[in-house]
């Protein structure tokens, strides 16, 4: 099956500092999806992007669809305590498997205030 | 405008029993994704629903299993439960445009331990 690598695993850092994250398909993806999860919460849909290229912001937080359509990057920027949580990306590949969404290990993230 | 909603929040059952998961998904979507994550994991997913039809699986046994009803909420359910079963098992809706899915939306989940 379709392998999405994320990475970092995990990071820690100062309130304040800027923040960037990615995600890697093995293949083609015509949609990416990033989302954050709060423990024992279900994730929290973020940013959505169709398409190559694209570069989409909500507050503090900006993500772009690679030009190679195979990986995607969120930032964050000034981060802020309530910024900790675990981000995964997902994506949807162009070679249709049954309208699946494929997501990532995740990146946990910590703010130190 | 209500969101995905779950229902129990929390399930405790025994090795060999069957729980069943109820999930509602946002008003006017029409397709229902199951995931399992088992703690400190990533998302597994389990089935996609659409229209009241079973559309795709992931590799999961025959005992999980599920279903749509008219009114788009669905039912998960697992039979003669193993304690690997213990997880969170969220759903998620979208609107389902032909071949291409748009953003899902997930619910708070369930979490199921199996003692």
């Known amino acids: 099956g379709q392998q999405l690598n994320q990475s970092p695993q995990s990071m820690f850092i100062q309130e304040g500092e800027d923040v960037s994250m990615n995600c890697t398909s093995s293949?083609?993806?015509?949609?990416w999806l990033w989302y954050k999860q709060d423990p024992g919460e279900g994730p929290v849909l973020l940013i959505a992007l169709y398409k190559a290229g694209e570069l989409t912001s909500n507050g503090r937080l900006t993500a772009q669809f690679g030009i190679t359509r195979k990986d995607s990057f969120l930032n964050i920027s000034a981060s802020i305590p309530s910024d900790v949580g675990i981000y995964f990306c997902?994506?949807?590949?162009?070679?249709?498997?049954?309208?699946?969404?494929?997501f990532g290990t995740g990146t946990s993230l910590t703010v130190i205030p | 405008e209500a969101g995905v909603t779950q229902s129990p929040t929390h399930l405790i059952k025994t090795r060999g029993q069957q729980a069943t998961l109820r999930c509602s998904p946002i008003?006017?979507?029409?397709?229902v994704y199951w995931y399992q994550q088992a703690l400190g994991l990533g998302l597994q997913f389990l089935l996609w629903?659409?229209?009241?039809?079973?559309?795709n699986r992931g590799n999961f046994p025959p005992r999980f299993s599920g279903r749509q009803f008219p009114n788009y909420s669905s039912e998960l359910n697992v039979n003669a439960l193993e304690l690997e079963d213990s997880a969170l098992y969220l759903c998620?809706?979208?609107?389902?445009?032909?071949?291409?899915?748009?953003?899902?939306?997930f619910g708070p989940g369930t979490r199921l331990t199996v003692t």
């Open positions: 293949s083609i993806f015509n949609t």
């Open positions: 997902a994506g949807q590949p162009e070679l249709y498997t049954g309208n699946q969404f494929y």
């Open positions: 629903y659409d229209e009241g039809e079973e559309r």
């Open positions: 008003s006017g979507h029409t397709s």
């Open positions: 998620a809706s979208t609107v389902y445009g032909g071949e291409v899915s748009y953003e899902q939306y």
